[in-house]
């Protein structure tokens, strides 16, 4: 994508050095605090309250040091400019309106529509409608 879209190594490393930055800012300020489920990991020791990936103390010239992770001569994707392996969490319940009645739930949501988008390695896009004409309508109660 970088090479698509001509984006060099250094913007990719200001923008991961930007962004650990606001993010720590963010978790110190305690913006994120309501934001984050703490999770319980075996062998449940020591609960994960935050997010333990942001790289708050690093500097940009330390992002510069890293090779590239994946193309060793001319990428530039590194483990500091990219999402580590581990990142990401989410829990979503998924039934239909009829089970909900049946346990006494009411929906927090709706899916109104949907798509999938397939990228094979190659980086050639595969997808059943053309990526912008899709929508996503939620409805959620507040």
Known sequence: ???????????????????????????????????????????YKQPLVEDNNIRGNSSLADYAKLRPAFDRKHGTVTAANSTPLTDGAAAVILMTESRAKEL?????????????????????TCCSVRPGQHRWRWSVPV
């Open 104 to 124: 006494g739930l009411g929906a927090a949501g709706g899916i109104c529509a949907a798509t999938h988008l397939l990228r094979l390695m190659s980086g050639r």
């Open 1 to 43: 994508m970088a090479k698509t879209y001509g984006i060099t190594r250094e913007q990719q490393d200001a923008l991961a050095h930007r962004s650990h930055q606001r993010a720590a800012q963010a978790w110190s300020d305690g913006k994120l605090k309501e934001e984050v489920m703490t999770a319980f990991i075996p062998p």
